[in-house]
């Protein structure tokens, strides 16, 4: 097995450094990859929005992605996912290159306004059929459908009546679980209620570079923060209560670790510390991607983290009755999305001190630094507070590549980052913590949000003019993974 040291060198380095990427060198860096247990669940992750297209047909309302899309200069280059992947109508030969692939379960999500073009109300049968047909071809493959529910695409007509600012919106919400448990759950038994409820916050109501790209307060924020932990409440009950059998449930947070520094023990406590502490002074703008436990403790715990709410102070969330027994529905297994961290060591005092991430830290081509040990920081920590076992459900590299000469797409980095990401979780693995599964983001390029099709995650090349899909290198290692 590669030493942490071995992963911190090569992440220094051997992803960005001219001329490393030899044939040979993606080949023995993954031979020496140590096996996963043989019941492992191995996939790839996709969302509605982003590969779908067909946003104007069969009925399907609008979503706040198609407003956003139209505002001057919020995509890259003006671009839209009116078509994207054109996976709506080619979803029959996307499942056949998933089977060929050897994939064993698929993440997708649902769309909202396609299922209910306004929000709430008379349910678009024609939308519901697609995904009927999707699971369908799934299942015949022998492919299990991770269905999330909520991946962004928040319908218009609701962001309307005040979105997700609105206690209402947990009634949507869970209004909105039950048609789709009372439709598929005969046939779908993994259920994700929401992805990444800090990212799509941060991004389209703090920043404002994501839908619906506005600037709320902190405290419109925070309550928001809250009203979404009572949606999957309620949503968890809607789809346990309408399931035609026993089915699986969680959600979608994604998890960025503090990774430590040295191997010292005060320097490993500093850093699982400051993976789950709050903002030091206060809940801002430019401190709101802190704070883990913010995110998890009230849905695993029944509380927000008490320093969480001294941040806060009078931007805390309005807490009513019963509403953290809501939120704290239990759930079969944590699902995490986990792409990077910060390193942190301890201070003179032994209190957490983040430092600059090490010389020559790799960068994925959207800017994120690359941190393989994420993968093993963070299932351990969140299994240890937090007792459930653990699916990765998305973690992925912006490459931007496209096919060579030869008319394929020789994507060795992601060969790299796969393998020393996957290393750090079977070592985690090997170590007692129970990750019972690894889905890959993206299975295809994709309409990567503000950024439009540059940035390219997927381990499918897609010609977006031509909507011809080319299984890069990576998919083609990734099926050997699978089939080890």
Not at 232 to 239: E, F, P, T
Not at 326 to 347: E, H
Not at 368 to 374: G, I, K, N, Q, T
């Amino acid at each position: 097995m590669l030493s942490r040291r071995s992963f911190l060198k090569m992440n220094a380095g051997a992803l960005g450094a001219a001329g490393v990427f030899g044939c040979d060198w993606p080949r023995a860096i993954a031979q020496s990859l140590p096996s996963f247990p043989t019941d492992f669940l191995w996939g790839a992750s996709t969302s509605a929005y982003q590969i779908e297209g067909a946003t104007k047909a069969d009925g399907r309302g609008e979503g706040i992605w198609d407003v956003f899309c139209r505002k001057p200069g919020a995509i890259l280059n003006g671009q839209n996912a009116d078509i994207a992947c054109d996976h709506y109508n080619r979803y029959r030969e996307d499942v056949r290159l998933m089977k060929e692939l050897g994939l064993r379960a698929y993440r997708f999500s649902v769309s909202w306004p396609r299922i209910q073009p306004s929000g709430t109300g008379a349910v678009n049968d024609k939308g519901l059929d697609f995904y009927k047909r999707l699971v369908d071809e799934l299942n015949a493959a022998g492919i299990a459908p991770f269905l999330t529910l909520y991946h962004w695409d928040f319908p218009q007509a609701l962001q309307d009546r005040g979105g997700w600012l609105t206690r209402d919106a947990v009634n949507w919400f869970a209004d909105f679980a039950g048609i789709m448990s009372r439709a598929l759950s005969d046939r779908v038994n993994v259920w994700i209620t929401m992805n990444e409820p800090r990212s799509f916050l941060g991004g389209g109501y703090v920043a404002g570079v994501h839908a619906p790209g506005v600037k709320w307060p902190v405290k419109d924020v925070l309550q928001a923060s809250h009203i979404l932990n009572l949606a999957h409440g309620r949503a968890v009950q809607a789809i346990r209560a309408t399931s035609t059998r026993r089915v699986r449930v969680t959600w979608a947070p994604d998890c960025s670790p503090a990774i430590p520094a040295t191997d010292s023990p005060t320097d490993i406590a500093a850093a699982k510390a400051s993976t789950f502490a709050s903002p030091r002074v206060r809940f801002t703008a430019s401190a709101w991607w802190s704070g883990n436990a913010w995110w998890f403790d009230p849905i695993l715990r029944g509380e927000y983290p008490s320093d969480g709410l001294a941040a806060a102070r009078a931007d805390a969330p309005e807490i009513r009755g019963d509403d953290m027994a809501v939120i704290r529905q239990p759930l079969d297994f944590l699902g995490i999305n986990i792409y990077g961290g910060s390193y942190v060591r301890a201070d003179a005092s032994g209190q957490p001190q983040t430092i600059a991430f090490p010389a020559g830290t790799a960068r994925a081509d959207n800017g994120w630094e690359l941190v393989p040990d994420a993968l093993y920081w963070a299932p351990k920590w969140l299994h240890e507070r937090y007792k459930l076992p653990i699916y990765v459900l998305e973690n992925g590299l912006s490459v931007h590549d496209a096919p060579g000469a030869d008319g394929q797409v020789h994507d060795d980095r992601r060969i790299a980052f796969m393998t020393q990401y996957l290393t750090a979780l079977s070592r985690a693995i090997r170590e007692g913590v129970p990750v019972k599964g690894y889905m890959h983001w993206s299975l295809f390029d994709n309409f990567e949000w503000q950024h439009g099709f540059r940035e390219r995650f997927g381990m499918v090349y897609v010609d977006f003019a031509t909507q011809r899909r080319v299984p890069k290198d990576s998919a083609r290692w990734y099926q050997k993974m699978i089939s080890r």
